[in-house]
């Protein structure tokens, strides 16, 4: 079993930035790769980045890449998502899991309850 909690959303206007965080913990956490996954009102849930424990292969979606970053810190269990130059279609629940990665939601089995990123124009 794994258990992750995310923070760090909230309301900032356009071209702002926000860093979220995701605390993670669990017997099998090193054998997972952590993911933040979002998803807007009537949208489905998509990948944003992925990234292995131990940090050596990391993913992002088109949408993101240049503006985004995932990263970790072992020492503390935490997996964070660096978001720059946030737009307006950047506004969903994020949710961290954690599974055995890829870009589906399936390959995911544990989530967080979200944290809402509004980005206002």
């Known amino acids: 079993q794994v258990q992750v909690v995310e923070s760090g959303g909230g309301l900032v206007q356009a071209g702002e930035s926000l860093k979220l965080s995701c605390l993670a913990s669990g017997r099998a956490l090193n054998r997972c790769f952590m993911g933040w996954f979002r998803q807007a009102p009537g949208k489905e849930r998509d990948l944003v980045a992925a990234?292995?424990?131990?940090?050596?292969?990391?993913a992002y979606t088109e949408f993101v890449k240049g503006r985004f970053t995932i990263s970790r810190d072992n020492a503390k269990n935490t997996v964070y998502l660096q978001m720059n130059s946030l737009k307006p279609e950047d506004t969903a629940v994020y949710l961290c899991?954690?599974?055995?990665?890829?870009?589906?939601?399936?390959?995911?089995?544990?989530w967080g309850q979200g944290t809402q990123v509004t980005v206002s124009s």
């Open positions: 899991a954690a599974g055995s990665g890829g870009t589906l939601p399936t390959m995911y089995p544990y």
């Open positions: 990234i292995s424990w131990s940090g050596s292969s990391v």
